[in-house]
């Protein structure tokens, strides 16, 4: 399986070349060169490996998903990545990420039993094991550039720590967090993590980001790799639930279900899209946004419209609070019959010069929907108390508010006979004030992370600049 740059770079590449990469050269994404389709009997020996979602299904699954993707990686090698990554000691159950039903043919997929409290760690965990045994095969180092809006540090953070070879350099929104995700990533002292909180927003941080990976010279000197959605492996590693819930919520292989996702930098949903592609039945993949609504804007009008950090809501939802999402142009890419040279004029000129781009009068915008299977909605701060107060009324299950504005959406958006599944993002611990807003009480807080908020913290407040950024990666590690 070979990989292509969505701007048209014409260089090829194999999976752990750009699991450690990032970006492609010309600041592209990467995706593979097609899309591997699974007919009827593979997808019937898939529910079997999955097997009900018993102890060690999960694993297998996985390895039968990744297996299609990666070819660079002995398959014994590779099974041994699955079965160490997906356990119940890491997750808590054996199923992984088992199905919860809020009502008839309506379910969350639990997608936050890791160490974090978040989905990212469902990618998070496999990617830190991809990282170290890749490195040490090539006996080499990895200084790890992310950003985050609240999830992916901490996620990224507990995955990496302690890992040989792996650096860490996390940039946040300063003060934008909840403070029990400030806790969980500024608490740790481990040597190879460094969170740098920046005076911004998180596009600010995901545009350092990008700046740094797109600075070819100081990328290879230093080593620079990625844990953002923008990696592929990460991304890759998220197809695999959307067929476990599939497998979950139907009896039969000729079903259909649909999929709400809350959605700010696209990487979970387009996920989905991949899932979609390879022939999962998936009827409708729904776009859950917040008051960020970037992301329905589009897919109501076909206008992309990014926002300036003094236009990007501060809200109850924080880990969506995203105005430019990056694996947006994956689904652009495939939406534009996979033009390079058109998605590089829309994503690194149109944007950088007027801030938007119209595809709603282009034909293939239809296609969206139609071929696609994309519908969204939006979720504002009094839609998530009245649905969190609502679900826990009605079914005595608390959910977190980003998983309630999926919640919400995906109520618009049901269809008779076809089951839905909202992905959930997070526990509600994680958001703790706006729970008590909603529901007068404090959710649950595993044991684990009593006192998490009183602990010392680690942490650098800097400008949003790419410089000082990597003046500070400078100053913490020696050159490749």
């Known amino acids: 399986m070979l990989y292509l740059s969505t701007r048209g770079h014409p260089d090829r590449k194999r999976f752990c070349e750009i699991l450690l990469e990032g970006l492609a050269p010309d600041g592209g994404l990467y995706l593979p060169e097609r899309y591997p389709r699974v007919d009827a009997s593979t997808l019937a020996r898939w529910r079997s490996a999955f097997n009900g979602g018993a102890a060690g299904g999960y694993a297998a699954l996985a390895f039968e998903v990744l297996s299609l993707y990666i070819d660079d990686i002995p398959a014994a090698d590779l099974k041994a990545l699955c079965d160490k990554t997906y356990t119940e000691a890491v997750y808590g159950t054996a199923t992984i990420v088992p199905l919860k039903p809020l009502g008839d043919g309506f379910f969350l997929e639990a997608l936050s039993n890791g160490p974090t409290l978040a989905f990212k760690d469902m990618a998070m965990q496999l990617l830190g094991n991809l990282f170290e ?7 080499e180092e990895l200084n790890i550039l992310g950003a985050t809006s609240g999830d992916t540090g901490s996620a990224a953070e507990y995955a990496m720590r302690g890992k040989k070879g792996v650096r860490v350099f996390m940039l946040s929104p300063h003060g934008r967090m909840s403070p029990f995700q400030q806790a969980q990533m500024f608490s740790l002292m481990d040597e190879n993590i460094h969170n740098i909180a920046i005076e911004g927003v998180f596009d600010d941080c995901q545009d350092i980001v990008k700046n740094v990976s797109n600075d070819l010279v100081f990328k290879r000197g230093y080593k620079i790799g990625t844990v953002n959605s923008i990696n592929w492996a990460r991304l890759l590693a998220q197809v695999v639930y959307y067929f476990a819930g599939y497998f979950q919520a139907t009896t039969s292989d000729m079903q259909k279900v649909s999929f709400t996702v809350p959605s700010g930098n696209f990487g979970n949903v ?38 300036a950090s003094t236009d990007t809501h501060e809200t109850s939802s924080p880990s969506m609070d995203i105005s430019k999402a990056s694996n947006f142009e994956r689904f652009v890419f495939d939406l534009l019959g996979r033009d390079g040279a058109r998605v590089k004029a829309l994503f690194g000129e149109a944007l950088n010069t007027v801030g ?3 595809l709603g009068s282009d034909p293939v915008f239809a296609d969206a929907a139609s071929r696609y299977g994309f519908v969204s909605g939006k979720s504002t701060h009094t839609d998530r108390l009245a649905t969190i107060k609502d679900t826990y009324e009605r079914y005595s299950v608390m959910i977190d508010t980003h998983t309630a504005d999926g919640v919400k959406v995906a109520r618009e958006h049901l269809q ?7 992905l959930e993002t997070a526990l509600p611990i994680k958001f703790a004030e706006t729970i008590v807003e909603a529901l007068g009480c404090q959710p649950d807080r595993p044991v684990r992370f009593n006192g998490i908020e009183d602990l010392p913290k680690r942490v650098r407040v800097m400008p949003a600049d790419t410089a000082a950024v990597q003046a500070y990666i400078v100053e913490h590690c020696a050159v490749a």
Do not use: K
């Not at 008051?291 to 926002?307: A, H, I, M, T």
């Open 416 to 422: 008779p006979g076809v089951p839905m599944i909202v």
């Open 133 to 139: 045994y890749e490195l040490a095969r090539r006996g």
């Open 356 to 358: 938007r781009f119209d």
């Open 270 to 307: 387009c996920a989905g899209h991949v899932a979609r592609q390879m022939g999962l039945p998936i009827q409708a993949l729904v776009v859950a946004t917040n008051e960020n609504d970037v992301l329905d804007e589009f897919f109501r009008s076909g206008v992309y419209r990014v926002r």
